[in-house]
T-cell receptor
Framework: ELKVEQNPLFLSMQEGKNYTIYCNYS?????LYWYRQDPGKSLESLFV?????AVKQEGRLMASLDTKARLSTLHITAAVHDLSATYFC?????????FGTGTRLKVLA | DGGITQSPKYLFRKEGQNVTLSCEQN?????MYWYRQDPGQGLRLIYY???????QKGDIAEGYSVSREKKESFPLTVTSAQKNPTAFYLC?????????????FGPGTRLTVL
């Protein structure tokens, strides 16, 4: 059974600092998705990673995928308050998607 | 504009009532999904449909029912058999079933049992 684990579950960080969120999954997959969810809102697509070694960057966020290690990272550079949200990774199964538990990020001024 | 719409945004249910949540998409996607999200938790799959007139149970289908009579519509009924339905319900779609295509989400329906 495909399992997806994220860590940390909660992250409180100061503005201007860097940090990394990790997403580990249990079976072979050559693609992975990252989403952002603001409180009370739906999920918004952030990154689509389609192959081993894929790296995508958008503003202060950078996502990468290592399919051999079954690991994706979401790196935050010089955090700002607007990045406060919950971040989910998702890995494709046969007919559905398996979501990680989510990382709740709070950026403190 | 292409996208996924869900209605209503907020829904209140009395004990013992069935309620239906609407999900419509104009993206011409074959696959549609329903998820449940409890406060502070991740997403759990209720039902999914790969094609019109076909659907499969997800991980927590008990107490829920769906239909897929049209490609663009995938309504979810929360029955009285669902004992704790208070949650945030998200509908999603993708071009084809499976994870090889990006999944897009609707704005969600927040259901509260009175």
């Amino acid at each position: 059974e495909l399992k997806v684990e994220q860590n940390p579950l909660f992250l409180s960080m100061q503005e201007g600092k860097n940090y990394t969120i990790y997403c580990n999954y249990s079976t072979t997959s050559d693609r992975l998705y990252w989403y952002r969810q603001d409180p009370g809102k739906s999920l918004e697509s952030l990154f689509v990673l389609l192959s081993n070694g894929a790296v995508k960057q958008e503003g202060r966020l950078m996502a990468s995928l290592d399919t051999k290690a079954r690991l994706s990272t979401l790196h935050i550079t010089a955090a700002v308050h607007d990045l406060s949200a919950t971040y989910f990774c998702a890995v494709p199964g046969t007919y559905k998607y398996i979501f990680g538990t989510g990382t709740r990020l709070k950026v403190l001024a | 504009d292409g996208g996924i719409t869900q209605s209503p945004k907020y829904l209140f249910r009395k004990e013992g009532q069935n309620v239906t949540l609407s999900c419509e998409q104009n993206l011409n996607h074959d696959a549609m999904y329903w998820y449940r999200q409890d406060p502070g938790q991740g997403l759990r799959l209720i039902y999914y449909s790969q094609i019109v007139n076909d659907f499969q149970k997800g991980d927590i289908a008990e107490g829920y029912s769906v239909s897929r009579e049209k490609k663009e519509s995938f309504p979810l009924t929360v029955t009285s058999a669902q004992k704790n339905p208070t949650a945030f319900y998200l509908c999603a779609s993708s071009i084809l079933a499976g994870g090889f295509n990006e999944q897009f989400f609707g704005p969600g329906t927040r259901l509260t049992v009175l």
